[in-house]
């Protein structure tokens, strides 16, 4: 029998999974940590804590299937997107990575969208600057802690400093490489005009492998950390969106997915680099030779409702909450969300967004706040889906993943704002068993990720939209959409006269 092991290096906590060749669950475990928010708009975790998760889990799996690390043939690797870790020359950790939900570089996109034009960013890397993305973090360091600058010798991604800690092999792959900024997702190689115009050297960047080509193996020390086997193939995975979408079957240009997880994403498999300037979504390298994607990013999804959660009911569990919501009309009797706790990136690429409440009555209870936060990111998604629809994906069916997947009343509430069918798989370890049926495919197991999927994704459950909730959806929608334009210089004076 024919063992895999996926690593999902997530931004609340770590997940490690096994599986076998059918995609049968052999184990599961996941590790949390916390995320810093040293400043406002500011997002940093310590890498230490993804290795020593990534290892724990690995060896909690291993003694939960009773497996042996001999009998595990290869490990595949996922994780968060565009956070940039950086090493020095002796390979040691700089400072905290900077990560995918941080919003300190607006000065420094803007300077790139602006000078170096939208023209030459699109041409180049085939997306413009958003905050987030890992260049421009590099250039807020250049300018605010240049005595690290100067000392930076590696950059890499949030996985790929455990695939180091695990193989010694410095090593990225072509979909999370896409969320740099520095990748020509077109030729999927690292952007030699990019690098130059921004004066960052080449050297500083690893290897870009596609995600099913084999990146290094398990080295003595690693093994026995993780109770791998020395030895043990590592292929090279996927950042968390791409690896997650092979995890739900979505790899052939058509399929839709959305995954409620502490970002919220809208995402379309895609069977050329489709480069889109001004449509606000991401164009990057899907996690399959010769595939690419398309992708509408929110940055508090999953996080409003965390948010929520800690704020004013932190005794509750999730399934008590959407409970609450479940009691209350859909359109939360008049009561809208905006969602932009992080500020946003897709529809509206502004780190000094702010999120609210519109519509507050004595007769609003917790439920319809939760309620309307369901909807409320739901319509946001909807922005992202508006805009793959544009770009001319259809919206058959949408498959939904991540945490917020786990509550039927949020599956519903998709569907009835899409007004498509909402669709559930087998696999609910989303990125990780992406990352497992990535690692089968390197070794060989599967002849293409698209015969992996078709051997063990299968769809579980069907939601169909229900029409009348979608007519209140659509006037609902209309005002939302309406709010961040009328709200925007408000939410700006916000943030920049009264935060700190
Ligand atoms: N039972 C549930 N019902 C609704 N939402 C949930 C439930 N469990 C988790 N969530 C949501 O899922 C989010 C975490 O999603 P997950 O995909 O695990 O996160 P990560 O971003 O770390 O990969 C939480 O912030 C929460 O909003
Ligand atoms: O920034 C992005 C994708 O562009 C995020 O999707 C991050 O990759 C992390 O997302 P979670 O899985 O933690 O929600």
């Known amino acids: 029998m024919i063992n895999l092991a996926g690593i999902d290096i997530g931004t609340s906590g770590t997940k490690v999974v096994l599986i076998d060749d059918t995609g049968r669950i052999l184990a599961s475990a996941y590790k949390e940590y916390p995320m810093a928010q040293p400043r406002p708009g500011w997002a940093e975790q310590d890498p230490e804590l993804w290795w020593q998760a990534a290892a724990a889990g690995m060896r909690e799996v291993l003694t939960k299937s009773g497996l042996s690390g001999q009998e595990v043939q290869a490990v595949g690797l996922s994780g968060q997107m565009h956070g940039a870790v950086l090493l020095d020359k002796d390979y040691e950790l700089l400072r905290p990575a900077i990560l995918w939900c941080d919003q300190r570089t607006g ?43 100067a000392r930076i010798k590696h950059v890499l991604l949030p996985k790929d400093y455990v695939r180091w800690r695990l193989t010694g092999e410095l090593a990225t792959e072509v979909s999370d490489a896409s969320g740099t900024l520095l990748l ?61 979408a092979v995890g739900a079957g979505i790899v052939e240009s058509g399929l839709l997915s959305v995954a409620l997880g502490t970002s919220g994403v809208v995402f379309a498999a895609a069977d050329e680099a489709q480069i889109l300037p001004g449509s606000g ?93 369901l909807e409320g990111v739901t319509y946001g998604l909807r922005d992202s889906l508006e805009l793959i629809k544009e770009a001319g994906v259809p919206a058959a069916e949408i498959r939904v993943s991540g945490g917020g997947a786990r509550s039927a009343l949020w599956r519903q509430i998709v569907a009835d704002i899409f007004q498509a069918p909402v669709t559930v798989v087998n696999s609910t ?23 992996a999927c078709g051997k063990t994704v299968r769809v579980e459950s069907r939601q169909e939209p229900d029409l009348s909730a979608g007519e209140t959806y659509e006037k609902g929608y209309a005002l939302y959409r309406s709010l961040y334009p009328l709200l925007r210089e408000t939410m700006h004076g916000l943030a920049t006269e009264f935060e700190n």
Not at 113 to 121: D, M, Q, R, V
Not at 354 to 361: D, E, N, P, S
Not at 431 to 445: C, K, N, R
Request: aromatic share 10%; hydrophobic share 45%; with cysteine.
């Open 107 to 149: 000065a420094e996109c803007e300077w790139m969208n602006e000078e170096l034009g939208t023209e030459k960013l699109f041409a180049w890397s085939g997306n413009p600057a958003l905050p987030g993305f890992t260049a421009p973090k590099l250039l807020w360091l250049r300018r605010h802690e240049p005595e690290i600058y």
């Open 184 to 244: 020509d997702v077109t030729k999927r190689r690292w952007s030699e005009e990019m690098l130059a115009a921004l004066a960052i050297p080449r050297a500083w960047l690893p290897p870009v492998y596609e995600s099913t080509e084999i990146s290094g193996w398990v080295t003595p020390v690693a093994s026995s950390l993780t109770g791998l086997k020395p030895g043990t193939a590592v292929v090279g995975g996927g950042g968390d969106q791409a690896a997650g």
């Open 281 to 373: 979504l991401h164009s990057f390298c899907h996690a399959l030779p010769g595939k690419w994607h398309l992708m509408g990013v929110m940055l508090a999804a999953g996080a409003s409702l965390q948010w929520l959660r800690q704020t004013l009911a932190c005794k509750t569990s999730y399934d008590s909450l959407t409970a609450l919501a479940a009691g209350v009309k859909a359109g939360s009797e008049g009561l809208l969300y905006l969602p932009y706790l992080l500020g946003e990136r897709t529809p509206y690429p502004d780190p000094a967004a702010r999120g609210g409440f519109i519509g507050l009555t004595m007769r609003h209870g917790q439920g319809h706040l939760v309620r309307a936060v």
């Open 429 to 451: 370890e989303g990125p990780a068993f992406g990352a497992a049926l990535l690692a089968g495919t390197g070794i060989g197991v599967y002849a293409s990720v698209a015969e």
